[in-house]
């Protein structure tokens, strides 16, 4: 979570300094992602990646491709009113 708080960080202090320019600045949070080096972390260790399964809704780890949506979105007009914010994509991690 600490990364992420530091991402917020520099994904608003970016928006501020690029707003006069109509460049909008955003960031994805995203959910413990499957990946070959999550794949192989998992068989060394789990203890992390149990704990937060155990606090999603679906109980697994996302896939790169769920996070595609999230992206055309910010990089749409359809967002055109948000900059300098953090769309969580982490199956309801926070909320748990």
């Known amino acids: 979570m600490a990364s992420k708080g530091g991402v917020l960080q520099l ?8 707003r006069d320019r109509g ?6 949070g995203p959910t413990l992602m499957e990946s070959p080096l999550t794949t192989n972390a998992r068989h060394s260790t789990s203890v992390t990646s149990d704990f937060i399964e155990q606090r999603m809704i679906r109980k697994r780890s996302g896939l790169p491709r769920e ?7 910010l990089a749409s007009d359809a967002s055109q ?3 300098g914010h953090m769309l969580m994509c982490d199956d ?5």
């Open 67 to 73: 996070l595609i949506g999230a992206a055309v979105f």
């Open 11 to 18: 994904t608003r202090a970016l928006a501020l300094e690029w």
């Open 92 to 96: 309801g991690y926070l909320s748990a």
């Open 23 to 28: 460049v909008r600045v955003n960031a994805i």
């Open 81 to 83: 009113l948000v900059t």
